[in-house]
């Protein structure tokens, strides 16, 4: 059997995936696996073409191998502030249109003691969340998480879009 697969190893092909879909390492394996009877995950081999390019495809690697400079990792330009009344903040940094982070603003939320991996696995079990644009299982996003994201040449980021 043979299979040519490029578009479908992006997320954007995830809503003909189910709901509650296995993440199987990659994009591609993961279409694969769910959507081609009789795939056996790891057999698929790519084709080496000469002489072809695509935005489509030359993006996504791309952003996963420029060189990032070093001073680009190293400058801390944006000021941490604690302790900002809110004419500080209105006058320092909302006024001049300055980026700020605010660094004792959320110690006192009771979110920051509740919320971890375990609470949110069980609030959300069996729930749909929003990944990207599209709803997933939240449990397929954690294991989407665990297994691929870091290899993910563009990783999908939960939403609220409430």
């Not at 997320?11 to 009877?37: I, M, N, V």
């Not at 420029?66 to 502030?81: A, F, P, Y």
């Not at 320092?92 to 660094?103: A, F, G, H, K, S």
Request: hydrophobic letters at 40%.
């Amino acid at each position: 059997m043979f299979w040519v697969v490029c578009i479908c190893a992006f997320p954007g092909r995830t809503q003909e995936l189910p709901e509650d879909f296995r993440w199987c390492g990659s994009w591609r394996e993961t279409y694969l696996c769910h959507k081609a009877p009789g795939y056996a995950p790891g057999s698929h081999k790519p084709l080496a073409v000469e002489g072809f390019y695509s935005d489509f495809l030359h993006q996504p690697w791309f952003c996963a191998a420029v060189e990032l400079q070093d001073d680009w990792l190293e400058v801390d330009n944006i000021d941490r502030r604690s302790g900002l009344t809110p004419d500080q903040f209105r006058q320092q940094y909302e006024l001049p249109n300055r980026p700020v982070v605010m660094t004792d603003k959320m110690t006192n939320w009771p979110a920051m003691g509740k919320w971890n991996r375990h609470y949110l696995a069980a609030a959300l079990a069996g729930r749909p969340v929003i990944v990207g644009n599209m709803p997933w299982r939240f449990g397929s996003y954690l294991s989407y998480c665990d297994e691929g994201a870091e290899q993910d040449e563009m990783p999908l980021y939960m939403f609220d879009k409430a």
